[in-house]
Nanobody, 118 residues
Framework: QVQLVESGGGLVQPGGSLRLSCTASETIFSSHAMAWYRQAPGKQRELVALITSSGSTHYAGSLKGRFTISRDNAKNTVYLQMNSLKPEDTAVYYC????????????WGKGTLVTVSS
């Protein structure tokens, strides 16, 4: 069964922090790079950060230093620690493999909404 379940979003004030979690099924997680993506209202989904199966990381240019991606291979879980949040970080955050998993059908979870507002 292919599954992606994101959690940890919420409402936070500018400058605050959140930690997102995503549990993926073995089919997606095992031996694959994993990533966080986000989609802001009216915008296309974009890559936020990715982490390879060996732990190497890559961040979208403007986010490095504020966001940290990590993974627990024993739990099939990937995390995104977000610090110094800004209103422009408001979006629905999704996790998936990198590139996104497909077997002819594209799989995405429901995502988790992050709202940064005072």
């Amino acid at each position: 069964q292919v599954q992606l379940v994101e959690s940890g979003g919420g409402l936070v004030q500018p400058g605050g922090s959140l930690r997102l979690s995503c549990t993926a099924s073995e089919t997606i997680f095992s031996s694959h790079a994993m990533a966080w993506y986000r989609q802001a209202p009216g915008k296309q989904r974009e890559l936020v950060a990715l982490i390879t199966s060996s732990g190497s990381t890559h961040y979208a240019g403007s986010l490095k230093g504020r966001f940290t991606i990590s993974r627990d291979n024993a739990k099939n879980t990937v995390y995104l620690q977000m610090n110094s949040l800004k209103p422009e970080d408001t979006a629905v955050y999704y996790c998936n493999s990198a590139p996104p998993y497909t077997n002819g059908i594209d799989y995405w979870g429901k995502g988790t909404l992050v709202t940064v507002s005072s």
